[in-house]
């Protein structure tokens, strides 16, 4: 593809992406009316609120781990400021708006093509980022479903009426790809290019960083549930799992409805129907809301100083 066409094609792809973010935050308030927000927020003890976002800060610190990791996996390098950048951009655009495979695919190749990193190698990033994202999901789900194998509401309708069988098979796909991280050696051959499957320190890597990152995003929510919560951090780190499983599988944006029901059905029984809505509505502010903003303020500047060198140009 020519030069002045690739800059044309990244300079839509920018304005498209700002679109999509002005889209994503007019559907949060449309929602949730802002109003709602910020009250919920303002309820909540400024010591806990000090938590979340502290430890959503974290959380998109470990998210970068993603990308490096990746970057290791195919043994090549970029500044890390430059793969913190991409992958926060792309992490607040994916987790808000979903449909991860089409949003942080796009920004990662936006941003690691202006940085020539070719093709395929962005090809095998993207990959590698999405499949580390379910090892963490599928390694800590695991663990939790098997201790602490709390009920599946029957409005669900799974085959299963507690969640250990899932941290059975969870926990069973974990230690098939460990395995096969230890044991298989010879690259795969597609197209005359090589894909190889990650050694077993980056195998193990990819689980650490990413069941961190589920951790961490639990923590945020639990952090803002009211201080009379009768839950311990692990009893409710399993019914996140859950939420967010059922969430992602439905593929609606941020698990936005199907994320809230689900924690409803488990957590009304136990805390006000409201006070959850309420910690609920401050988690989407704070884990997803702040960092989209952040993100679209990051994009733009890029897009404007991106214009200003190919007006020089």
Request: charged content about 10%.
């Amino acid at each position: 593809m020519p030069k002045k066409l690739q800059l044309e094609f990244s300079s839509i792809f920018g304005l498209l992406l700002l679109v999509l973010s002005i889209w994503a935050i007019a559907n949060e308030l449309r929602e949730y009316n802002y109003h709602d927000i910020f009250n919920a927020i303002a309820a909540i003890p400024q010591q806990r609120l000090a938590w979340a976002i502290g430890l959503t800060v974290f959380g998109y610190i470990v998210m970068a781990g993603y990308d490096i990791l990746g970057f290791a996996y195919i043994n090549r390098s970029l500044h890390w400021q430059k793969i913190a950048l991409t992958n926060f951009i792309s992490s607040s655009f994916s987790n808000t708006i979903g449909f991860a495979l089409l949003t942080g695919s796009a920004i990662r190749y936006r941003f690691y093509s202006k940085w020539q990193v070719s093709r395929i190698a962005i090809a095998q990033i993207i990959a590698f980022v999405n499949f580390t994202f379910w090892l963490g999901m599928f390694t800590v789900a695991g663990l939790i479903f098997l201790i602490h194998p709390l009920k599946i509401p029957t409005q669900l309708h799974l085959p299963f009426t507690t969640v250990r069988p899932l941290g059975v098979i969870f926990l069973c796909l974990i230690l098939i790809y460990l395995i096969a991280s230890f044991t298989i050696k010879q690259p795969l051959i597609i197209r005359n290019h090589e894909f190889r499957f990650p050694s077993f320190p980056i195998s193990l890597m990819q689980i650490i960083i990413s069941s961190l990152d589920w951790m961490f995003a639990a923590a945020v929510l639990y952090a803002l549930l009211p201080t009379y919560t009768p839950l311990a951090y692990l009893d409710f780190l399993g019914i996140y799992l859950l939420a967010m499983f059922a969430g992602i599988v439905s593929n609606v944006p941020g698990g936005l409805g199907v994320f809230e029901t689900v924690i409803l059905l488990i957590l009304s029984a136990k805390i006000s129907a409201v006070a959850v809505l309420g910690s609920m509505l401050a988690y989407r502010g704070v884990y997803y809301f702040l960092p989209l903003l952040l993100a679209t303020g990051l994009l733009t500047f890029d897009e404007i100083g991106g214009g200003r060198r190919q007006e020089a140009e």
